[in-house]
Nanobody
Framework: QVQLVESGGGLVQAGGSLRLSCAASGRTFSDCAMGWFRQAPGKEREFVAAVSWSGGITHYVDDVKGRFTIFRENANNTVFLQMNKLKPEDTAVYYC???????????????????????WGQGTRVTVSS
């Protein structure tokens, strides 16, 4: 089991920044690829960013490339999502997720597909005002 707790959400003006954190406990954090997903009101959950076990491989949805950065600190069992140049359309509940699978299976398809993730946090709300 892996327990995930997100934090760092809040209200910010367009153009501002937020850093989301996801603290993991339980199973070895470094055994899991990590991802961030978001769900806006009235919309389906969507992939945002993912990072491999070591942190060496990252994936992003096109809409956030150049604005968001995902990184992890395995020593502290934490994954982060640095969000810059926020837009009102980034408003959503952001979820952290963990995929415990062998690294040989890692791919962009797997990273961006929520069904492959085994554990999910409760979410943190991000609201970007115009």
């Amino acid at each position: 089991q892996v327990q995930l707790v997100e934090s760092g959400g809040g209200l910010v003006q367009a153009g501002g920044s937020l850093r989301l954190s996801c603290a993991a406990s339980g199973r070895t954090f470094s055994d899991c690829a990590m991802g961030w997903f978001r769900q806006a009101p009235g919309k389906e959950r969507e992939f945002v960013a993912a990072v491999s076990w070591s942190g060496g491989i990252t994936h992003y949805v096109d809409d956030v490339k150049g604005r968001f950065t995902i990184f992890r600190e395995n020593a502290n069992n934490t994954v982060f999502l640095q969000m810059n140049k926020l837009k009102p359309e980034d408003t959503a509940v952001y979820y952290c997720a963990a995929d415990h699978a062998p690294s040989r299976l890692y791919s962009r398809h797997r990273a961006q597909t929520g069904d492959y993730y085994d554990y999910w946090g409760q979410g943190t709300r991000v609201t970007v005002s115009s």
